[in-house]
Each structure stands twice: as C-alpha cells, then as structure tokens.
C-alpha cells in the first residue's frame, strides 16, 4: 500500500504548480513554456508531498493525497512573502546586454508628457525618460549628463526609474549630451525626451521559484534608449 499513498503523495504535491502552469496558459496563449527549472521545482514538490504522506502514515489514498497539496504551501507562501518585500524597480546595468532569445511585446502608444516651462534660452534644462514598451515599466536606468556626445566622465549621474507617466530630470548647466542605459544621445533643444524599450524574457532559475510558488519574474534585456522626435 506504501507505493499508491507514495504516488498520490507525490501527485498532490505537484498539483498546486500544474494547475497554475494550466491557469497561465489558459488565460495567456502566447505565453512562454515553462524551462528546466519549473520541472525541477515539480520534482522538489513530489518527493516532499510523497514523503510527508509515508511520513504522517496515510491509510488511505484520499488523505496522502491531501498531505501531498498541504506539503508545498507553506514554502509557496514564503517564496510568495519574500517577493512582496522585494518589490522595486529593477535596475539596468550601465551597459545593454544583449541575449540570443527575446520574446515580442505589444507597443503601447507613447504616454502624454507633461513638463514644466523651461527657462527661457537655448540651453537643454529638461529630460524626460518614458517608456516606450510595457516591458520597460518599472525599471531603473542609469542617466550619465555629459559635456559632449563624445565624453566619457559624467558631469552628473543618477538613476532614474520607469513609470506609467514621464519622470522629468533637470539638466545641469554644462550637459549637452547624456548616456541613458548605455546609449549616448545628444540633448536637443531645450527639452529633450528619451523613450526607453526593453525585452524580458524568461530563464529556468526564476521559472524554478515560479514551481515553488512564487510569481513568474522575467530577466530584463536589451534595454535601449531613444530619442523621441
């Protein structure tokens, strides 16, 4: 009888994680299969949902089976209360990188920017990051204003993060040029807006975390600034 109480065990233990997986492509067609590391993360949730029902003597299989979905759920929980307190804009490395698999995202229209009166004169006062795509909402990105398009020292640096709306920076006196996310791009006129798009895609060590519970994350890549016309 070890066996049946073992496999039923093992079944309840995944099943929390296949009726999620089940839910997300029912709702999300296109959405990318699971990787390795969700089917690890089933594996995982098997030999502790099997083993908490040989474990607490199950007789019968209704109650292994039990045992074996009331298993994950106190990890699930956890994992689910450690990415609430993690929460925050995911920051961007100085320079893109670029990965060989990139999923397709929607293009939203460009949000409606509204931006303080620059003072009167040529000289570039304002920036204005947006995002361009919903993949580059809530990321920080790193803003280096430069002398020239061609500098490398920053006169001034600091990290900007991506919104529903236009995040306005203050230019200071000697920039002419900035380099947002790794991109160097000239300041035109006296206000100057940069769009950002991005690419997420997903990777076997947060489809792992996803198994056990946790919200599916994305890996940000090739984030790219441009100018908008």
Partial sequence: MSLPILFFGAFGGVS?????????????????????????????YAVLGGGLALALGEQNLRGALFAGIAAPALISNAITGAQDARMQPQLVPAQPVSLLFSTA????????????????G???????????????????????????VGA??????????????????????DALGVRVAGDTLPLTGQTTTIAISAERIAT??????????????????????????
């Avoid at 296949?18 to 959405?31: C, E, F, R």
């Avoid at 490398?152 to 006196?173: H, I, K, M, R």
């Fill in 16 to 44: 929390p994680s296949v009726m999620k997986l089940a839910s997300t492509l029912v709702t999300n067609p296109i959405a990318e299969l699971p990787l390795l590391g969700f089917f690890v993360g089933l594996g995982l």
């Fill in 105 to 120: 995202h929607a293009q939203e229209a460009t949000p409606e920017i509204r931006l303080p009166s620059p003072t009167p």
């Fill in 122 to 148: 040529d000289r570039p006062n304002v920036l204005a990051i947006i995002k361009a795509d919903p993949a580059a909402a809530n990321i920080a990105v790193p803003v280096c204003f430069l002398t020239t």
């Fill in 152 to 173: 490398t020292d920053c006169v001034d640096q600091q990290t900007v993060s991506t919104g529903n709306g236009a995040t306005v920076v203050s230019v200071p006196t």
């Fill in 204 to 229: 076997s060590q947060k489809d792992f975390w996803w198994a056990l519970g946790g919200r599916r994350a994305t890996a940000l890549t090739d984030v790219r600034a441009n100018l908008v016309k």
